[in-house]
């Protein structure tokens, strides 16, 4: 079944240490997006992704980058972590080609930064 | 500015009809997405609706009004297994992109 993976599903790390959370699709989509999600909050886009050679920056951008390595991988890294960066996160990925262009939602990464 | 409003949290009884309101403000519109989402676990997908009215699929019925900048999620017969997240999202005109309202928190009771 054509699916999104997210790996770690779960992290702990500390203050200023450098992290990369990993997105991996089988569902052949060009589209690519990394949210992250806090309680109370509406899910919040960081960066998302059109093919392997585009890479924009969402709402909050700021203290995180990405790599589009392949079609299939899309990986969120965390420079310097700070414990306001403590959230889920969730990978997703969308086909232009389809009615409304519906997302597709990994299974998520919960960090806890210390 | 850009806004999806949703009640924080809803309940009903199991086997009861339950309706989830949304309303937005946002600089244009592409479309309005139902998600749900289990505790701890990935948003997904319900229901798309791009042009006013009813749209149904099984016991779910979304509907939709532009002029007034409304939605609601419908739930029929409602089963333990409904008790969830329910958020709304909102296709910007301008920039494509999903802005996401806080979620509707359902609890089932027996």
């Known amino acids: 079944d054509a699916d999104v993976t997210q790996t770690p599903r779960n992290r702990i790390t500390k203050t200023g240490k450098r992290i990369m959370l990993e997105c991996s699709q089988t569902?052949?989509?060009?589209?690519m997006y990394w949210y992250r999600q806090d309680p109370g909050l509406g899910l919040r886009l960081i960066y998302y992704?059109?093919?392997?050679?585009?890479?924009n920056k969402g709402e909050i951008s700021d203290g995180y980058s990405v790599s589009r390595q392949a079609q299939a991988k899309f990986s969120l890294s965390l420079e310097s972590a700070i414990p306001n960066q403590t959230a889920l996160y969730f990978c997703?990925?969308?086909?232009?080609?389809?009615?409304?262009?519906?997302?597709?939602f990994g299974p998520g990464t919960r960090l806890l930064v210390l | 500015g850009q806004n999806i409003d949703q009640p924080t949290e809803m309940t009903a009884t199991e086997g009861a009809i339950v309706q989830i309101n949304c309303t937005y403000q946002?600089?244009?519109?592409?479309?309005l997405f139902w998600y749900q989402q289990h505790a701890g676990e990935a948003p997904t997908f319900l229901s798309y609706?791009?042009l006013d009215g009813l749209e149904e699929k099984g016991r779910f019925s979304s509907f939709l009004s532009r002029s007034k900048g409304y939605s609601y999620l419908l739930l029929k017969e409602l089963q333990m297994k409904d008790s969830a997240s329910y958020l709304c999202?909102?296709?910007?005109?301008?920039?494509?992109?999903?802005?996401w309202g806080a979620g509707t928190k359902l609890i089932i009771k027996p």
């Open positions: 997703a990925t969308s086909d232009p080609g389809t009615r409304g262009e519906t997302q597709y």
């Open positions: 569902k052949g989509h060009d589209r």
């Open positions: 992704s059109f093919d392997v050679k585009d890479i």
């Open positions: 946002t600089s244009g519109f592409n479309g």
């Open positions: 609706n791009v």
């Open positions: 999202a909102v296709r910007d005109e301008g920039n494509y992109q999903l802005i």
